[in-house]
Nanobody
Framework: QVRLVESGGGLVQAGGSLRLSCAASGRSFSSYAMGWFRQAPGKEREFVAR???????YYADSVKGRFTISRDNAKNTVYLQMNSLKPVDTAVYYC???????????????????WGQGTQVTVRH
């Protein structure tokens, strides 16, 4: 099991930026696909972005062009750069790792086997 710890959340004005980080334990980080999800109060957990071990990325339409996922394998860390933030982006953001490809696609939580505790992002009008 991989231990994931998110950081970087906070309160920001609409139009602002935040960078989330997710530090992972373990020696196999570079081989994992990593994802970011978010969950707003009263809503289901929602896919945000994924980066494969080889670096290819995939985004939800709602964040495409505003958010960027990246990884630094030397630091066992994945990042989510969030620009042009909107109030609808307010949520708890979770990172997740996938040690194997279950063939379910990147957007379902069932593709991931380890999760962080989450970090709150609040975007004010």
């Amino acid at each position: 099991q991989v231990r994931l710890v998110e950081s970087g959340g906070g309160l920001v004005q609409a139009g602002g930026s935040l960078r989330l980080s997710c530090a992972a334990s373990g020696r196999s980080f570079s081989s994992y696909a990593m994802g970011w999800f978010r969950q707003a109060p009263g809503k289901e957990r929602e896919f945000v972005a994924r980066i494969r071990s080889g670096g290819s990325t995939y985004y939800a339409d709602s964040v495409k062009g505003r958010f960027t996922i990246s990884r630094d394998n030397a630091k066992n860390t994945v990042y989510l750069q969030m620009n042009s933030l909107k109030p609808v982006d307010t949520a708890v953001y979770y990172c997740a790792s996938a040690s194997v490809d279950r063939g379910l696609g990147p957007t379902t939580p069932f593709s991931y086997d380890s999760w962080g505790q989450g970090t709150q992002v609040t975007v004010r009008h």
